[in-house]
């Protein structure tokens, strides 16, 4: 079983929502600290979107997510959602999940995560 495995992606139109799940297993679920969701867009490196951190329940959003894009939880399903919606064709990229087993608090920076999904392609089509 996968640390993290994303759900969800698909093709939808400009305007459409769509709603990403990753399952947490068990033993990264019981030592989670950070739980965040990167995007890729094709070419590119791997973008912030959001995060929660699991202690404190604070949640952050880039820029661009704030107002469209919400992340929650379900503790009971070890799962972590990205909900998106108004979306556009800059959304179109692979998203991942992620999460810091050694988290000092740079929620931002995805070169210090250590655990991440297979990712799930998100495209946006006008």
């Known amino acids: 079983q996968a640390q993290l495995e994303e759900s969800g992606g698909g093709l939808v139109q400009t305007g459409g929502s769509l709603r990403l799940s990753c399952e947490v297993s068990?033993?990264?679920?019981?030592?989670?600290?950070?739980m965040s969701w990167f995007r890729q867009p094709r070419g590119k490196g791997r973008e912030f979107v959001a995060a929660?951190?699991?202690?404190?329940?604070?949640?952050y959003y880039a820029e661009f997510a704030k107002g469209r894009f919400t992340i929650s939880r379900d503790n009971a399903k070890r799962t972590v959602y990205l909900q998106m919606s108004a979306l556009k064709p800059d959304d179109t990229a692979v998203y991942y999940c992620?999460?810091?087993?050694?988290?000092?608090?740079?929620?931002?920076?995805?070169?210090?995560?250590?655990?991440w999904g297979q990712g799930t392609q998100v495209t946006v089509s006008s």
């Open positions: 929660i951190n699991w202690r404190a329940a604070a949640i």
């Open positions: 992620a999460t810091d087993s050694q988290y000092r608090g740079n929620f931002k920076l995805d070169w210090e995560y250590d655990i």
């Open positions: 068990e033993y990264t679920f019981n030592n989670l600290q950070i």
